[in-house]
């Protein structure tokens, strides 16, 4: 398993604790000393007050300085590779932080005119509802139809009108128009399936874009694009030529992008390299042969999978060590008639995030629903001002910048 170069977001509060991973069988913890005397810089910095993630990481390459930056007094977490566990107090301490109040949800809102809209995660699992905020996304036309392409460091990269990919942070206004992926000016191709993530090798966020369309009668045509940030600029390469997967957005981890896919009955996970460009798969749990349904999700940094188990169980399955196949756990297991009521309001629900103690929030067509594996409840919280939106993802405020 390669050692990806570590990146650094700027810490404005040092975390206090943090507990170590399931996967270590402990729950070691590790304790930060107090922070020494910032310098001037630092505190220009902290006066935005912006929190980050809890997992800051040492240095980060930003690919339009193209050098690497160093930032002193970091708390040096390192790099996870199961969903972490965490103990009463610790939990408390995380539900406290600022790095916690830090997360949003958002999503694309289809009626009444499009657009995106945002809700704090916090409020929305810790009360019977919360209420929804207009984004800031500088577009010119706010009924344009806009798809979330992926969330990483903060930075959320977005497809409009299924031709054009930006790039925007929502915690900074930072905002970049990528250029045209459809340089050849294909007028029937469309974007259908998308990715975002962080290239660790050559330290540059990458967007994969495959777009479709009809040419001719019975004649269907794929074009697939990699866009690199330092480059700013799209290459082809020659991916899916034996069929697209299932899912259009797909799920960022250890550098790859990975999605769905039916191949006859059975489903399988496929990847994308964004360092090599290539193509693998990710062995999915033992069992997985056979129709069922199941979507894939990140569930803290783990790539999941979601699954139909014969109408009788939805099963949640969290791979804690990437690359190991044998590595799957299941982490919970949801009643039929537990969720059945659910699963009425709209299409097959999909992962979105999971707490420290192992509650999962789940994305149910135009609905969220929090499961408690504590007490085998569910809980759907009202959002409102929210009304029906297309998908979901989170992403963690940042000062993360790509220039302009």
């Known amino acids: ?53 809890c997992s800051i990481l040492s240095s980060i390459c930003f690919p339009s300085l193209k050098t690497k930056i160093e930032v002193q007094n970091c708390a040096v977490i390192p790099p996870k590779s199961a969903t972490p566990v965490y103990e009463d107090k ?28 945002q809700v704090d995660l916090r409020t929305l699992l810790n009360g019977p509802h919360a209420n929804a905020t207009e984004s800031r996304f500088p577009m010119k036309n706010p009924g344009n139809s806009v798809r979330i392409v992926g969330c990483c460091d903060g930075l959320v990269c977005l497809a409009v009108d299924g031709k054009q990919f930006s790039l925007w942070n929502p915690c900074t206004g930072n905002y970049k128009k990528l250029p045209e992926v459809d340089d050849d000016n294909m007028n029937f191709l469309f974007i259908s399936k998308y990715g975002f993530g962080f290239d660790y090798g050559s330290c540059d966020y990458k967007v994969l874009g495959i777009m479709t369309g009809f040419s001719g009668p019975n004649r269907y045509q794929i074009m697939a694009k990699v866009y ?36 006859g009955l059975n489903w399988e996970i496929v990847s994308f390299d964004l360092a090599t460009e290539t193509l693998g798969k990710v062995e999915p749990p033992l069992g997985f042969e056979g129709f069922f349904s199941a979507s894939l999700g990140i569930l803290g940094g783990c790539l999941c999978v979601l ?45 979105l995030w999971m707490g420290p103690t192992g509650e999962v929030l789940l994305v149910c067509g135009s609905s969220f629903v929090i499961w408690d594996p504590s007490g085998g409840r569910l809980r759907c919280p009202e959002t409102m001002k929210f009304g029906a939106f297309v998908e979901a993802d989170v992403y963690t405020e940042s000062l993360v910048s790509f220039g302009h």
């Open 1 to 53: 398993m390669k050692n990806h170069p570590s990146r650094v977001l700027v810490p404005l509060e040092q975390p206090k604790t943090f507990v170590g991973n399931k996967d270590t069988g402990s729950a070691a913890t590790t304790s930060f000393p107090s922070s020494p005397k910032r310098r001037p810089r630092a505190r220009k910095i902290a006066k935005y007050e912006l929190p980050l993630p």
């Open 90 to 117: 610790a939990k408390a301490e995380f539900e406290d932080s600022p790095n916690f109040t830090g997360q949003k949800i958002i999503a694309t809102i289809l009626l009444p005119s499009g657009g995106l809209k």
């Open 228 to 263: 690199s940030l330092k480059a700013d600029s799209w290459k082809k390469v020659e991916i899916f030529n034996d069929g697209l997967p299932t899912d259009d957005a797909a799920k960022f981890v250890g550098g790859k992008l990975h999605w769905g896919k039916k191949v």
């Open 307 to 351: 699954r139909d188990f014969r109408e009788r169980n939805l099963d949640v399955w969290v791979l804690q060590h990437y690359g190991v196949g044998d590595s799957w756990v299941k982490m919970a297991s949801i009643h039929y008639d537990i969720i059945r009521c659910v699963l009425r309001k709209g299409p097959y629900p999909e992962p």
